[in-house]
């Protein structure tokens, strides 16, 4: 007779009633249950204080190591854990976003910016100009 390996999962929840914060161990993003207070991360365990309700959240790649990082919005600047950074927070109207003119990765820059560069195939994508002036990795 077949012994189960796990059980089944329960019903999907309602989309309004999930909310997602880093884990504040191995940094993996982690979906949980409105209403929670703390969240267990199942893949390294650690326990993760869930901001309280109406606090607006925002997210910012870090300089230093590229981790995605999540802070309170409204924060001047955020310390990364992982390498201890301080990044500057840029306000909404302060950062734009294009494709990346090689792998189409989403990117965000700030306004102002001629050109940004992939962080994953390190083309160089110009910003509002042709795409003629696009480089190679290397060029």
Known sequence: MPVPLAPYPGPPLPLGGQ??????????????????????????????????????????????CHTLLMYVRGASR?????????NLAPEANQVAHVNCGNCHMLLMYQYGARSVRCAVCSFVTSVGASPSTEQKPGN
């Not at 955020?78 to 301080?86: I, K, L, M, P």
């Open 19 to 64: 909310s997602q914060l880093v884990c504040s161990g191995c940094r993996n993003l982690l979906i949980y249950p409105g209403g929670a207070t703390s969240v267990c991360c199942a893949v390294c365990s650690a326990v993760t204080t869930v901001p309280p309700p109406g606090t607006e959240m925002a997210q910012l790649i870090c300089g230093g």
């Open 78 to 86: 955020v310390q990364c854990s992982c390498c201890h950074t301080v």
